[in-house]
């Protein structure tokens, strides 16, 4: 069945490297049964600065009739900071309830690791970090603002609902990733006796579901330690919003940086949208010397997601090759132009 993609490829670096992520699933397109259509939608720096629009309503209701979002970066030094990044990343994030950041932390080659004696079995888990509650829910205020006694809080939402579907997907995918079948809590729950006892409870409850996966916890700082030390220990990790938002990080550079991160938000039973991690580097743009490799990944963990799980896995192999060979840009070691590294990612699915 065709699914529909929405491509916007903002700003900087992101349409030139959402162009090597299609051109790479045109290839999948052509030598599997992977079936896209695409439709370009133009937001970015260029169409806020012509129009004055970030996202509309009309364009909201339009997306709402595909299947993924395809994006590349948005940010631009002409737009006010946060701009578009709220008007356009965070409102897609919201409004469509992606309420999962998935982020797979897969070491493709030991050079690219930080960590000494590292290889490519040791650092491969996946990251279920809760995409909408938590101390990110903006709920908070000043009293006696600017003034010496001034009191400034901020709360952290924890919701049944919201924590419930995360863990519930968490456990569905531990299930499925591999023969490991490992769900890691990551909480700070001897801490925060209340928020992160629900985040217990619901782990427990939810788990009840799912006996076949192995029920992990630990607490968010000795994650950070052993996530270092012993990589090879964790599988899947579900977390609240700010400590996925640290510890996704962390898991970005032990894997070889941002060169390599992706990111998937995610509503099971919406659209969701997928994306590098990276932000539009205006520093390097139209050079053709960014490195694509993290949106050509992005592509191929929508594919998974999609349901084409093999040929998404083909993407990544391709990609794994070509860094073996140092086909990549000079970031990664290589020598290629962001074109050249899209047209070998391609020979090589041929
Ligand atoms: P950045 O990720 O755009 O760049 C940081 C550094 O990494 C720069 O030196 C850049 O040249 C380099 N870099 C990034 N991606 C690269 C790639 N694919 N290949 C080679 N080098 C790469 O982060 P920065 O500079 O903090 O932000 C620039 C703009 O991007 C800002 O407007 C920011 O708000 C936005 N941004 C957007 C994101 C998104 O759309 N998801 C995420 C992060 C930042
Ligand atoms: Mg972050």
């Known amino acids: 069945m065709t699914k529909k993609i929405a491509l916007i490829s903002g700003d900087g670096i992101g349409p030139e490297v959402t162009k090597q992520g299609m051109k790479v699933l045109e290839k999948l397109e052509e030598i599997s049964d992977v079936d896209l259509e695409f439709e370009e939608f133009p937001f970015g720096a260029e169409h806020y600065l012509d129009t004055g629009e970030l996202v509309t309503d009309e364009a909201k209701e339009e997306l709402e009739n595909f299947d993924a979002i395809y994006l590349g ?45 590292k290889e490519p079995q040791d650092i491969d888990m996946m990251i279920v970090r809760e995409n909408t509650e938590g101390l990110y829910a903006g ?10 006694d001034e009191v400034a809080t901020q709360e952290m939402i924890n919701t049944y609902k919201g924590v419930e579907r995360v863990t519930r997907y968490a456990y569905e995918y531990a299930q499925k990733r591999n023969d490991e079948k490992k769900l890691t809590l990551c909480d700070k729950s001897n801490v925060l006796t209340y928020a992160h006892d629900l985040w217990q409870r619901v782990f427990e409850e939810v788990g009840a579901n799912y006996k076949d996966v192995t029920m992990d916890h630990m607490l968010v700082d000795a994650i950070t330690m052993k996530m270092v030390r012993n990589p090879e220990d964790f599988d899947t990790i579900v977390t609240c919003n700010m400590f996925g938002d640290i510890i996704t990080d962390l898991g970005a550079e032990i894997q070889g940086g941002m060169g390599l991160a992706v990111s998937g938000n995610i509503n099971p039973e919406g659209v969701s949208m997928f994306e590098p991690v990276h932000g539009s580097a205006p520093d390097i743009a139209g050079e053709n010397i960014a490195n694509p490799l993290a949106a050509i990944l992005a592509a191929g963990m929508m594919v998974k997601e999609l349901g084409w799980e093999e040929e998404g896995e083909k993407i990544e192999t391709a990609v794994q090759r070509s860094l073996q060979n140092d086909y990549s840009t000079p970031d990664m070691g290589g020598n290629l132009n962001t074109d050249e590294v899209g047209d070998h990612i391609c020979s090589i699915l041929e």
Do not use: C, M, W
Not at 77 to 83: A, H
């Open 139 to 148: 709920v908070g205020g000043f009293l006696k603002e600017g003034t010496k």
């Open 73 to 117: 970066a948005v940010g631009d030094p002409r737009v006010k900071p946060g701009v578009l990044e709220h008007g356009i990343l965070l409102d897609l994030r919201f409004s469509f309830d992606q309420y999962i950041n998935l982020r797979p932390v897969k070491l493709l080659d030991s050079r690219f690791s930080p960590l000494k004696d």
